[in-house]
């Protein structure tokens, strides 16, 4: 008798974004000429930068010639694709982040839903309230995460609330946990932790050989100077952080994918009989196991982010998108919303109405003024009573949105 893993029937049927999409369908079925505009899902709306696809079609053509066919090629990434990451993203901030301790996928989402397949199912695991969903699904599926009640909130998992109360800055767990999830600049959110708000996190991590896995997809729209673009800012990250990164939303990669996580040699767990193992060897076996590689194309498309026309290009993206958060920023804040965020991401998440809930304010937003936004709930219990709005749509469709509103 087949036997299904049953952690797969205790999370929602429904991934966050597909009943959004079903919701929109359904506001689009009833209201075909209805003029939506969508800032709900974190999907970018400009095209890939002109070096990229420029890159893209060239190595596209060397497929064509046997001399410069490229087949399989190494899983963790081909080392002008890391080479090229470590002294733009880590050497030329003065991080010292070795070629072999990069590792090149198909995109920061899958690598933060993945890393679990090396930690035990022993292991406490402590999030950040409200967080990206996948950090909880995936942990639930590996069987970390216990028993979800009325309203999803899983027994073995310890909630780090991030609210107005604590300036959205989550407190140290009051029991010991052994892997941490932080993503800043914040999904869903938009806030920051300083250098000194991350380091209390670092320092509780070595006290307790724990291990933090860090986002940073959304680094790049950083525009403050006490805000760390990557843990490794931090003294003595290298031994205690992984870090994931995106090309995603900082180069438009959405449907290209592509990105990356750092896993320094330093950084070490434990066997069950006490020794002390280095996760880069462990996620170097998986990562060769699992996963054949990102394409040769996508890869040269990714390098070509980082020579002088493609980092101007980039810069263009960041600004472009940069400045529509401070158009919604600004547009709710005159409409009389009271928000969060949207200074150093994409993201601003604005307070619903009095007395309505996140999904109660979700649909009255589709269906009165045909937005589409994302409920807060989504994102966990903290997350209640808030959406959040997307920054990556046209400058047209975000002007027109806050005119709605206003």
């Known amino acids: 008798m087949a036997q299904i893993n049953d952690n797969f029937i205790k999370i929602p049927a429904t991934y966050l974004f597909s009943e959004i999409a079903k919701r929109v369908n359904q506001h689009k079925e009833a209201n075909p000429d209805a003029p939506i505009i969508r800032m709900g899902i974190g999907d970018v709306s400009l095209p890939l930068p002109d070096a990229s696809v420029d890159a893209m079609i060239k190595a596209a053509e060397e497929q064509r010639h046997a001399d410069t066919f490229r087949g399989y090629g190494p899983e963790q990434g081909y080392a002008f694709l890391r ?7 880590f050497a030329a901030k003065g991080l010292s982040i070795e070629a072999d301790e990069i590792f090149v996928s198909d995109g920061a989402k899958s690598d933060t839903g993945n890393i679990g397949d090396i930690f035990s199912v022993n292991n406490r695991v402590a999030i950040t309230d409200p967080s990206y969903p996948v950090y909880v699904d995936t942990n639930a599926m590996g069987g970390r995460a216990g028993e979800p009640n009325e309203q999803n909130v ?6 780090l609330p991030c609210n ?3 300036n959205f800055v989550p407190q140290l767990p009051t029991e010991k946990v052994d892997l941490i999830y932080l993503c ?11 250098h000194a708000q991350l380091k209390v996190w670092v320092d509780y991590a070595k006290a307790n050989n724990a291990i933090i896995f860090f986002d940073a997809a959304y680094e790049a729209f950083i525009t403050e100077e006490n805000v760390p673009h990557s843990i490794y800012e931090i ?3 290298t031994e205690v952080a992984l870090e994931f990164r995106s090309f995603s939303k900082t180069a438009g990669f959405t449907g290209t994918r592509c990105g990356y996580t750092v896993v320094p040699k330093a950084v070490m767990a434990f066997a069950e009989n006490g020794e002390k193992v280095a996760l880069n060897k462990l996620w170097n ?3 060769s196991t699992k996963f054949n590689g990102t394409s040769y194309v996508v890869q040269r498309a990714a390098e070509a982010t980082f020579s002088p026309e493609g980092k101007k290009q980039v810069k263009a993206l960041i600004e472009f998108y940069t400045e529509n958060a401070r158009i919604i920023r600004e547009g709710l804040e005159k409409a009389g919303y009271t928000i969060y965020g949207g200074k150093n991401a994409p993201y ?14 979700f649909d009255y937003l589709l269906k009165e003024k045909n937005i589409v936004t994302t409920p807060g709930a989504g994102f966990g219990l903290s997350g209640e009573g808030f959406v959040r709005f ?7 469709a975000t002007i027109e949105a806050m005119k709605r509103l206003s």
Do not use: C, Q
């Not at 080479?83 to 993203?89: G, K, L, W």
């Not at 899983?154 to 909630?159: D, G, K």
């Open 285 to 287: 076996r998986r990562h």
């Open 348 to 361: 601003v998440w604005a307070k619903a109405p009095e007395g309505m809930g996140s999904w109660e304010y």
């Open 83 to 89: 080479d090229a990451i470590v002294a733009n993203d």
């Open 390 to 396: 997307s920054a990556f749509g046209s400058r047209e």
């Open 164 to 166: 107005v109360a604590n």
């Open 154 to 159: 899983w027994s073995n998992l310890v909630y």
């Open 184 to 194: 800043y600049p914040n999904n869903p959110t938009g806030t920051t932790l300083t």
């Open 235 to 237: 003294e003595g990250a």
